[in-house]
Structures are given as C-alpha cells and as structure tokens.
C-alpha cells in the first residue's frame, strides 16, 4: 500500500500573500508595477522623453479634443511626451530615493548603534550632532550644500543621503539602550561575547522592524525634497527629467495645461502609497509581537 504524501507547505510568498489584506495587496501589485515601470522606461516608454516638437506642444491626452495619436497622456510645453517623461522620471527618482535612504539607514544606523553600545563621550558626541541636526530645517541645508558644491548628481545623492539619518540615529540608539538592559545580553556578555558579536547576533535581529518603519518614511520624504530642490531648480537639471522637476516646471502651465502636472503629481501619490502601506505590513511581520496566531 503507497503511502500518502504530505501536502507541501505554502512558500513564504504565498503566506505572505494570504495574510495581506486587500489594501495591502494592493500596494504590493502597485509597487510591483511601478517598479517594473521603472526598470524597462526604455523599453515601454512610446517616444524619447526628451523629443521636442513644437507643432505638437501643450496637446491634451487621449479623448479630449485636439489629442495627438500616440500621446496617451497629452504633450508638454515642449511637445515632449508625458508618459515617456513619467516612465524615466519614475526610473531616476525612485533610485535617487533608494540611494539616499539606504546612505541614511547605514550612516545614522551605525551611528546609533555605536552610541547606544559605547555610551559615555560617543554617546554625547552622537547626540549632540543629531540634536543639531533636528533643530535646523533640512531643506536649508540641502540649499545650503548645493549652492556651495553645486548642484551635480553626485552631490545631489549625497544631499539626499543626509536626510533622516538622525531619526534613524536616535531610533537605534534606543533600542540598543533598552536591548542592552535585558538578561539576553547580559548572558552573552557572561559567555564571553564582545561588542561586535553582540552587535551582530543578538542587537540587529531586533532593530529590523523600527528600520523597516522608518526607511520607508524616508523614502516618501526623500521623493518630496527631491521635489522641492527641482521646484526650485536645485534638482536634476533639464532635460533630465525626475517627478519632481516636472510638477516643477509644469506650474506656470497649470491654467491652460493641468494635464502636466496631474500626470507626475499622481505618479508621486501612486509611489508615496505604495511605500507606506508596504512599510507598515513589513514592520507587522518583522516584529513577533504583532504577527498574527
């Protein structure tokens, strides 16, 4: 007699997809979609972003009058088309942002786990920077670096880098300050284990989900700022264009052509929703005490 095999268990997607509710399953098909949008701009994107055509500009999108076949979502200023701008923008302010939350999440989670480990001067040292941090606006700063450096890409990542990383200083050090109080560390210690070790094994494990949480607050942030420096004209400089640079340039024309904006303004929504929503269902499964029994 053949013995029944044992049903298989379902892979870690699929309970994660089981879990989800609609909202969060939602957000996960957007950023999934979004992302794919991102990574092949250069291959769906109908025209070059960049194209010009005079005869062309300020065309309204599909459906309304004086349409241009092809422009799906109506012309710029320029006759540039908006859904190729959007394709490529989407492509290079998504990885501004990536670049500069993860720049972040290193610098300011190192830091704070530096401070809340060694404690005494470091840990004074450490906040006070972030004490300083918080209490001059970002953006003057962000203005300040880019007027004295220039406002070069690799400046511009750097700037973006810079934002946050207090928050996520003062989020590490305390944790490490409340995790090196429990008797799980004190036995490490007695066992023999140095900083790094504790670091590593016992420390890092338990600041994922604050992490988490704040990445993804930070890379909604980073979209914003990137936004307000191409407002300004601090940003990526044209032709290039990134979500921000557009709603940017595209305010002069909101009376006549709102189509301009509304386009990059609700790729930033989509982007913006997305994160948050999936940085709340990750925080929810990276902490045990919220995981559902």
Known sequence: MTALAAPRAPGALARLWAEADAVQRAALV?????????????????FDPNA?????????????????????????????????????ALRLTLGLALAGAVIGLVLGGTLGLIAGLLGGRVEAAVMGAVDAQIAVPFTLIALFVLVLFGNTLPVLVIVLGLYGWEQYARIVRAETRKLMAMPFIEAARAAGAGPVRIARVHLMPNLVSPLVVQFTLSLSGIVLLESTLSFLGLGVQPPTATLGAMVGVGRDYMPNAPWIVIAPAVTILLVTFAVQILGDWLRDRADPRLRPR
């Open 30 to 46: 957007l950023a999934l979609i979004l992302l794919a949008l991102a990574l092949l701009a250069p291959l769906v994107a109908p």
């Open 52 to 88: 010009q055509s005079l005869l062309a500009r300020m065309r309204p999108p599909a459906g309304f009058e004086r349409a241009r076949p092809g422009h799906w979502l109506g012309t710029d200023e320029l006759g540039r088309d908006i859904l190729s701008r959007c394709l490529f």
